[in-house]
């Protein structure tokens, strides 16, 4: 059974950095596309970013694009989000999800049912 937890969520002012992990346990990602999802008060659950097992490619929301980096590292069995050049409009409670026979990503990838999510990390951007 996969568990997934995030972590690296904090408080950072607008313009500033933060990395956003999802750590894997129970077994490995390799077969998992992540697909990192947030949301903010009063609005919809947003697909941000997908982050193919096949090939570590990645996929992102407009709204993230340039600004967020995606990585995965077998060793520990974690993905990452990197998020540069934050803004007040990026806090939000961010989840990263995965799902049974989801390697590949795709355009669609926000509107997957996913099987797996982890408990969510708070991001304010806020100065």
């Known amino acids: 059974q996969l568990q997934l937890v995030e972590s690296g969520g904090g408080l950072v002012q607008p313009g500033g950095s933060l990395r956003l992990s999802c750590a894997a346990s129970g077994t490995t990602l390799d077969y998992y596309a992540i697909v990192w999802f947030r949301q903010a008060p009063g609005k919809e659950q947003e697909g941000i970013s997908c982050?193919?097992?096949?090939?570590?490619?990645?996929i992102y929301a407009d709204s993230v694009k340039g600004r967020f980096s995606g990585s995965r590292d077998k060793a520990s069995n974690t993905v990452y989000l990197q998020m540069n050049s934050l803004k007040p409009e990026d806090t939000a409670v961010y989840y990263c999800?995965?799902?049974?026979?989801?390697?590949?990503?795709?355009?669609?990838?926000?509107?997957?049912?996913?099987?797996?999510w982890g408990q969510g990390t708070q991001v304010t951007v806020s100065s």
């Open positions: 999800a995965a799902a049974h026979l989801f390697h590949k990503c795709n355009d669609d990838y926000h509107t997957y049912p996913y099987d797996y």
């Open positions: 982050i193919s097992s096949t090939d570590g490619s990645a």
